[in-house]
């Protein structure tokens, strides 16, 4: 199976609204149809996840200017995810960031979804 990133954007209870990939295991470029669906879903979205299926257990510099873009868009912060074969890193909307013990339903999607088995 092919190994990409993959972005899912979810509600409150972690119901994936949206999601798309970019085919390639390094980066997940800036699209129109990702604004466009941000946009559309602004109402009950609630956070922002990827996978880096390479690594690293972190957010790039891309993603924190991202991350800025879409907060200041919206008008409000969201939370935000980095899956990795191993890990979920998140950053909740008040700042706090934090690899959690337990991980919600969707990561293990977003896992395969990513060609990283499950």
Not at 6 to 14: P, W
Not at 18 to 29: C, K, Q, V, Y
Not at 37 to 48: N, S, T
Not at 52 to 81: E, I, K, N, Q
Request: charged fraction near 25%; charge should be negative; include cysteine.
């Amino acid at each position: 199976m092919l190994v990409t990133e993959v972005c899912f954007l979810l509600d409150a209870e972690g119901t994936v609204l949206w999601r798309d990939s970019s085919g390639d295991p390094s980066a997940l470029p800036d699209s129109r149809e990702r604004w466009s669906a941000i946009w559309a879903c602004r109402d009950a979205l609630a956070e922002v996840a990827h996978s880096h299926p390479r690594g690293p257990l972190a957010f790039s510099a891309t993603d924190l200017s991202t991350m800025d873009a879409v907060d200041a868009a919206l008008g409000r912060p969201l939370g935000y995810a980095v899956v990795t074969p191993e890990n979920l890193l998140r950053r909740r909307p008040d700042g706090t960031t934090l690899i959690e013990d337990v991980e919600p339903a969707w990561v293990l999607d977003l896992r395969r979804a990513s060609g990283l088995g499950g």
